[in-house]
Structure formats: structure tokens, C-alpha cells
């Protein structure tokens, strides 16, 4: 069976499923899933060098907002 955002096992009732992907150099591009929904990616055009941040309600489970922070420039 396939499970929300290709996790191996499906989250408990009341739990949200994420995954997250850190990338490799600049072959592999990092991405954000939060409930089968891709928040991050390279094809979103959202990710940069350095921190990759999605901030979701922990309640409702709602995109806020996402960013990135490139910590190799300062």
C-alpha cells in the first residue's frame, strides 16, 4: 500500500505524516512533504542553499509560510 508522502508506515489517527529530504551537493535537491502535499522542492522553485524552512499550524496543518536562510553567505 502506499502511504502519504511515500513513508514506509502510515501515521497513527490524529498524527501528521512529513518527510523531509536534505539533499546531496547540488545533485539531489532537498524537499519538504507534510501530508502527500510537496511544500519544498526543486521543481516548486522555493529551495536555496543553506536552511529550508516550512512553517505549518500545528493545529490545522496549514502552509504558513516557507524561506530559506543561506547559511554560507552570512
Known amino acids: 500500500p502506499r502511504h502519504k508522502c511515500g513513508n514506509q508506515k502510515s501515521c497513527p ?3 501528521f505524516a512529513f518527510k523531509i529530504i536534505s ?7 532537498p524537499s519538504i512533504c507534510f501530508e502527500d502535499l510537496v511544500l519544498m522542492s526543486n521543481v516548486k ?3 536555496g ?3 529550508n524552512i516550512a ?6 496543518g496549514q502552509l504558513l509560510k516557507t524561506d530559506t536562510f ?3 553567505s552570512g
Open 13 to 15: 489517527q490524529n498524527y
Open 23 to 29: 539533499g546531496a551537493a547540488n545533485v539531489v535537491g
Open 45 to 47: 522553485n522555493n529551495i
Open 49 to 51: 542553499r543553506g536552511l
Open 55 to 60: 512553517l505549518v499550524n500545528g493545529s490545522t
Open 70 to 72: 543561506d547559511m554560507y
